[in-house]
């Protein structure tokens, strides 16, 4: 320990003035109340060199104490920064990765809406082929049909598919207007192609007008073929 050097370092001085007073056959005469202050003297010096060095040793371990405090106070500062940083970095990646899933299931949806939409379509294309089969056989089974095209129609919310839908409906109806002999079959599932059907989608209200019209017409030329049909097994 460093005391204990320090105590070599004194002890080394007072060896030599012994050496030298040996050396030199000094006698010294002393009573014993000289000897006794003497040597209390000597304790005291020493119990005075022993509490310094304490007392050094004491303010050497606080500043090191100090020292070391301060390295972990810097170590847990910097600790807190790179905490931080790493906080925000995941925070920013969080984020991205949000946006990121965000955007992804926006285009899932919106594929998936794609994809319904084309199903109607074809949908809508497979029964108007079906309504111009048997338009001149069945004319109110082919309503029927022009019906639940422009019904999918209406759910791909594709306006050039609406209006084509229309328009075949449209087309059938002025074919079977002024037919003599109308065959009556299906006539009485009309209810299925009335307008309150078709209320329920948004795009409706963009031929609310001409299908009532169309509709109104059908309703028409079910009834005078009832009736023409009615006449006939009468007679």
Request: charged share 30%; with cysteine.
């Amino acid at each position: 320990m460093k005391w204990l050097k320090k105590i070599q370092w004194i002890s080394l001085p007072l060896s030599i003035a012994a050496f030298v007073i040996s050396w030199l056959r000094i006698d010294v005469y002393m009573t014993n109340d000289t000897f006794v202050g003497i040597m209390a003297g000597f304790m005291g010096a020493c119990a005075t060199i022993l509490v310094g060095v304490q007392i050094y040793n004491s303010i050497d371990t606080r500043n090191s104490i100090n020292k070391l405090n301060e390295s972990f106070e810097e170590r847990i500062k910097r600790l807190a920064m790179e905490y931080h940083q790493r906080l925000e970095d995941i925070q920013i990646l969080e984020n991205e990765l949000q946006k990121e899933n965000s955007e992804l299931n926006k285009r899932l949806e919106q594929a998936k809406e794609e994809r319904i939409s084309n199903e109607n379509m074809m949908q809508s294309y497979i029964h108007r082929v079906k309504g111009i089969t048997l338009e001149k056989l069945q004319p109110f089974t082919a309503i029927i049909l022009f019906y639940q095209g422009l019904d999918c129609s209406l759910k791909s919310k594709d306006i050039k598919t609406i209006h084509r839908a229309l328009e075949d409906l449209e087309t059938c109806v002025e074919r079977i207007k002024n037919r003599v002999h109308i065959d009556t079959i299906h006539s009485n599932e009309l209810d299925i192609i009335s307008p309150s059907n078709l209320s329920q989608y948004d795009i409706y209200p963009l031929i609310e007008e001409k299908y009532t019209t169309l509709y109104n017409e059908i309703i028409e030329i079910k009834t005078k073929a009832l009736q023409k049909k009615e006449e006939q097994k009468n007679e």
